[in-house]
């Protein structure tokens, strides 16, 4: 089973970096951290079920789908770091 996400390594470590990056965004934007923690915790099983589930059909696309994945979380993580830094 882990030799079939090996393609998708890269995404899955830093999806879940922006994933924290995005919670931190949450928190100085003002939101609910209780909240923003059990979105969180939906979003990430949810996200692990497609995954899970998906895995087999994606692999002839994981390169396409690392890429796509990577522009995204590089261009949320800047965004979330500019907007941090314009509220302090």
């Known amino acids: 089973m882990i030799e079939e996400c090996i393609p998708f390594l890269g ?8 994933n924290l990056v ?3 965004h949450g ?8 909240k923003l923690g059990i979105l ?6 949810f996200w692990f079920l ?5 895995t087999n059909y994606a ?3 994981a390169s ?4 796509v994945g ?4 590089i261009i949320l993580g800047l965004q979330s770091m500019i907007n941090a830094f314009r509220y302090q």
């Not at 928190?27 to 209780?34: L, R």
């Not at 969180?40 to 099983?45: E, G, P, T």
């Not at 497609?50 to 998906?54: E, P, R």
């Open 11 to 18: 995404l899955i470590i830093f999806g879940n970096i922006e």
């Open 22 to 24: 995005l919670a931190s």
């Open 27 to 34: 928190v100085v934007k003002g939101a609910d951290p209780k």
């Open 40 to 45: 969180s915790i939906i979003c990430v099983i």
């Open 50 to 54: 497609i995954g899970t589930l998906g």
């Open 59 to 61: 692999m002839a696309y």
């Open 64 to 67: 396409v789908i690392e890429l």
């Open 70 to 73: 990577a522009i995204a979380i």
